[in-house]
Every structure is written in structure tokens, then in C-alpha cells.
């Protein structure tokens, strides 16, 4: 079992950074990603990053402006954000996968984006 709890969201100005933190408990030799959902959309992948952070992925619409680190030491996955813009709004979730299926989630953290 895997629980997950973020933390790091808030209101920014376009143009501006975030940094979001996930900490985790239980097992975590596993990929972790970032994933976010905006009002009246899907959920969507961020990127998700392997257990030795030799492995990343980006999703296009954030590629160039995120970077996904995690300190296994502390038990801690990071997503930081820069240049963001209002289309980055929405509730950012942290997730791990079990048996390369995403089966563990946070209860979100909210990142709103003014123009």
C-alpha cells in the first residue's frame, strides 16, 4: 500500500514558478508521475519519472517548462513548474503505479494561474 500527500499549490501570475512536492509512505521503488485535471476536462498525464530518475516523460504541453526530480531518501517526488501559464490551471495529482498501472493517488493539490 502506497499513500500519497501533496502539498505546493496555490495562485501564481503567468509567468511565474511552483514547485510541487509529494511525499509518500509505504512502498516507493516504483514510477511516480504528476497528473492534473482542469474543470470540465480529463484527467491528463504531466510526466512521471522512474524509481532511479533515469527514466522521464513529459507530457507536450508542459515539456520544456517542468522538470520532475524525487529524493527517495526522503520519500519525496518534486514537479517544478516555471513559466506557467493560465491553461496550466487546474488540480495537480500525485500518482504511483503498481504492476505498470496507476493505482495510487493523492487527494490533489489546486494550482491556479492568473493572466
Known amino acids: 500500500q502506497v499513500q500519497l500527500v501533496e502539498s505546493g499549490g496555490g495562485l501564481v501570475q503567468a509567468g511565474g514558478s511552483l514547485r510541487l512536492s509529494c511525499t509518500a509512505s509505504?512502498?516507493?521503488?516504483?514510477?511516480m508521475g504528476w497528473f492534473r485535471q482542469a474543470p470540465g476536462k480529463e484527467r491528463e498525464l504531466v510526466g512521471w519519472?522512474?524509481?532511479?530518475?533515469?527514466?522521464?516523460y513529459y507530457a507536450d504541453a508542459v515539456k520544456g517548462r517542468c522538470t520532475l526530480s524525487r529524493d527517495n531518501a526522503k520519500r519525496t517526488l518534486y514537479l517544478e513548474m516555471n513559466t506557467l501559464k493560465p491553461e496550466d490551471t487546474a488540480v495537480y495529482y500525485c500518482a504511483a503505479q503498481r504492476n505498470g498501472r496507476w493505482e495510487y493517488w493523492g487527494q490533489g493539490t489546486q494550482v491556479t494561474v492568473s493572466s
Open positions: 509505504g512502498r516507493t521503488d516504483i514510477y
Open positions: 519519472i522512474s524509481w532511479s530518475s533515469t527514466g522521464r
